[in-house]
């Protein structure tokens, strides 16, 4: 009975450990959301695509941050922009003005989210000499690589893997224990 509460200790531990990976970023099974970058330079215009069944007949994008001012963000000169989809798809092309971290909410014609996630706006100065300038000196600030994805989640999966290690070792020392107390008296 010990055992049995040992064990599901140990996986409730792992799977609080691994709740924070989960809800980094969440996209509804059948959609499929692109950032041409998730760190994009203040002032520069980057792309947000949203893409799912071709039945949905329009896509909304909604951009806030808690610590920008509503001036500071335009989807075609606005915080949140609904678009008619082609084939179930709509990109939308959005300019940051202030530096700051943004959330960005998808939803579907009947208001159910899509996708939920966070860029964070960087000043000008910061990306230089991140390695986008052209071989002649002159950067567009532009990186030319594949859009910034996903999340990396090593350093929370080895601490889910620890726990779940140091649970074992102690019921294991605690079972030893139990035994050679039960066999020297």
Not at 27 to 35: L, M, P, R
Request: proline share 4%; net charge negative; charged share 15%.
């Amino acid at each position: 009975m010990k055992l049995r509460r040992a064990a599901t200790t140990l996986l409730l531990a792992a799977a609080l450990a691994a709740a924070p990976a989960v809800a980094t970023a969440y996209e509804a099974d059948e959609y499929e959301v692109g950032v041409s970058t998730t760190t994009p330079v203040v002032g520069e215009t980057f792309t947000v695509t949203v893409g799912g069944p071709a039945g949905n007949p329009t896509i909304t994008l909604t951009i806030s941050s808690p610590d920008v001012p509503d001036g500071a963000i335009s989807i075609a000169g606005t915080k949140a922009l609904t678009k008619n989809t082609t084939d179930g798809f709509a990109s939308f092309s959005v300019t940051l003005s202030e530096p700051g971290t943004y959330s960005l909410v998808a939803t579907d014609a009947n208001g159910t989210v899509l996708s939920s996630q966070q860029i964070v706006a960087v000043p000008a100065s910061d990306s230089a000499g991140s390695g986008a300038d052209s071989a002649d000196g002159a950067g567009d600030g532009s990186s030319g690589g594949l859009a910034e994805t996903g999340s990396d989640d090593v350093m929370l999966l080895g601490g889910a893997a620890l726990l779940v290690a140091g649970g074992a070792a102690v019921v294991l020392v605690a079972r030893n224990r139990r035994r050679s107390a039960g066999t020297k008296g």
